[in-house]
Each structure stands twice: as structure tokens, then as C-alpha cells.
């Protein structure tokens, strides 16, 4: 067993009480934390739905932006509490959870650092598997679990090709407009 340092009590208890509201959607905090993370999950597939509408995205393309980036900090932020609510972090990581919530706000951070990328924000409505675990569809975990494995295992695959995209784009003389 791993040495854990101590913790104080108030850093306990707040991780207790994110804890719930995170992952009890039995209360009253819980259903409306999942609530709120529904309507921002369904927002951003309608956002991106919008923005690849060739005219909607050259008359409202800076709001699409902005609003995709409000969306990706606020859905960093709970990845974050997520991490850190947990008992075992590394344990959540690579959980099939995990890896959507991971996977579905990293392009538009490698938007950043590789041009092109942005392209990749279809990969963005992968959230929507995170309403498995908000309406609680159970029938579907098997199926969901499967396909987080299949991810989890071509990581390497997938890995190389956002880089391989970002590198042909850039080379290509793409920029994010194109």
C-alpha cells in the first residue's frame, strides 16, 4: 500500500462535498450539477452543429468561439474536480469516463499549439457519451464500456493521428478557416 500523506479535515470534507455533488445524482445538489452538465453537453453539439453551417459560422463564428471556449474551460474545471474528488485520481483517468471527459476537451487545446486542429471539433460531440452516465443508462454501460476500452487501447493510434492531421494541415498551408 501506497504511502498517502494526511489530509486536513477541511480539505476532506470539501472533497467529500464535491464529491456528492459530483458523482450522487441522488441529491438534490447532485441532480442539478447533472442537470446543468446536460444542458451544457447538448449546447455543445448544438454549437458545433451551428458552426459547421458555412454562413452561420462566417456571421457568428467569434461567438461559436467564444462560446465553445467558455464551454471547454467549464468542462475542464469539472474534469479537474472530478480528479480531484476521488480517492484514486489515476483510477478515474483511465476509466472509460475518464477518457471521454479527457478526450472531448482536448482539441480545442491542441488548437492551440497545431493548426488545424479545430477541425477535430467534431471529436467534441463524443460528451454525448457522457449522458450515459447522467440518465443513468444502464442497459447501455456494456456497450459504453467497450467502446472506452476500445478507445483506451488505441490511444497510440489516435495520438498519431491528431498529430499526423495537424502536421499534414500545417504543412498543407492550412490555417483553423480552412
Same mark, same amino acid.
Given at each position: ?27 438534490p445538489a447532485g441532480k442539478a450539477f447533472d442537470l446543468i452538465? $446536460?444542458? !451544457? +453537453? *447538448?449546447? @455543445? ?7 459547421? %453551417?458555412?454562413? &452561420? ?44 471527459? $479527457?478526450? !472531448? +476537451? *482536448?482539441? @480545442? ?7 488545424? %486542429?479545430?477541425? &477535430? ?53 492550412g490555417n483553423v478557416s480552412d
Amino acid at each position: 500500500m501506497a504511502y498517502e500523506p494526511e489530509i486536513p479535515e477541511t480539505r476532506k470534507s470539501l472533497r467529500k462535498q464535491i464529491h456528492t455533488i459530483i458523482f450522487e445524482a441522488d441529491t438534490p445538489a447532485g441532480k442539478a450539477f447533472d442537470l446543468i452538465v $446536460l444542458a !451544457a +453537453i *447538448l449546447f @455543445s453539439v448544438v454549437l458545433v452543429m451551428l458552426e459547421s %453551417v458555412n454562413r &452561420l459560422s462566417i456571421a457568428y463564428g467569434y461567438w461559436f468561439r467564444l462560446l465553445e471556449w467558455i464551454l471547454t474551460i467549464l468542462f475542464t474545471m469539472e474534469y479537474i474536480l472530478r480528479i480531484y474528488s476521488v480517492k484514486r485520481p489515476w483510477h478515474y483517468i483511465r476509466s472509460f469516463y475518464g477518457i471521454i471527459d $479527457l478526450v !472531448a +476537451i *482536448l482539441p @480545442s487545446y491542441l488548437s492551440l499549439v497545431f493548426s488545424g %486542429v479545430h477541425m &477535430l471539433v467534431v471529436v467534441r460531440a463524443i460528451r454525448l457519451l457522457r449522458i450515459f452516465r447522467i440518465l443513468k443508462l444502464v442497459y447501455f454501460m456494456r456497450e459504453a464500456r467497450l467502446l472506452g476500452q476500445a478507445l483506451y487501447a488505441s490511444r497510440g493510434k489516435i495520438s498519431i493521428f491528431y498529430f499526423c492531421f495537424a502536421d499534414g494541415h500545417y504543412y498543407r498551408g492550412g490555417n483553423v478557416s480552412d
